[in-house]
């Protein structure tokens, strides 16, 4: 087959297998996505030299596959998304770096202080709760006397609206006593935890 024609079919393909594989950008893949289009991206060069683009394409269609067969698994079995993906580590507790977190994870405090910088904060004392995500990012919740104003709280401030009571009901940072208390306020349907 013609090098150039071999080329071409392994970009469409590689295209096509890798937009059915999913959207996410590089900083956002899991383990197992990384891993799959590290593969794909090293098989799709292998037919140009050796002249087997059809087994190539067979292959990188069968990494789409486990991954997407992976996916599905982890949606189902809290266990197998905790192995395959893991889970978020706090690393950050009431602006209180957890030293001990972050030599199991192999982060520098200036590693973290950097990425913090990075998303705009000056302070650690004003994190209230931070995390490591498994794609790698930070997630936090600052505390509440570093927390931006909200319009929704300005106009509470100035009485320009009643206060909504399904608002009060929800309790600040549910998102993060997931991981710090191990309890769910808002279960998650059973398919999607």
């Known amino acids: 087959m013609n090098f150039a024609l071999a080329a071409l079919i392994m970009v ?8 059915l594989a999913g959207r996410k950008s590089i900083s956002q893949m899991t383990l197992a996505e990384t891993v799959v289009m590290i593969s794909i991206g090293s098989i799709i060069v292998k037919p140009i030299v050796e002249q087997s683009v059809w087994k190539t394409v067979v292959a990188a269609g069968i990494f789409v596959a486990a991954l997407v067969f992976m996916e599905i698994v982890q949606l189902k079995f809290n266990a197998v998304e905790k192995f395959i993906t893991g889970k978020s580590k706090v690393i950050i507790q009431d602006g ?9 994870l192999r982060i520098s405090v200036d590693e973290l202080e950097m990425r913090i910088r990075i998303s705009g904060i000056n302070k650690i004392e004003n ?11 930070i997630g936090y919740e600052l505390t509440d006397e570093a927390k931006p104003l909200t319009v929704g709280e300005f106009k509470r401030l100035m009485g320009l609206t009643a206060q ?30």
Not at 127 to 137: F, H, S, V, Y
Not at 165 to 193: R, Y
């Open 12 to 19: 469409f393909a590689g295209v096509l297998l890798l937009r």
């Open 96 to 104: 209180i770096i957890d030293i001990h977190q972050l030599k199991k």
């Open 164 to 193: 909504n009571p399904i608002a009060d009901q929800t309790p600040p940072g549910e998102l993060f006593a997931e991981l710090v208390n191990g309890e769910h306020k808002n279960p998650h349907p059973s398919k999607l935890k």
């Open 127 to 137: 994190i209230k709760t931070a995390t490591l995500e498994p794609n790698g990012q």
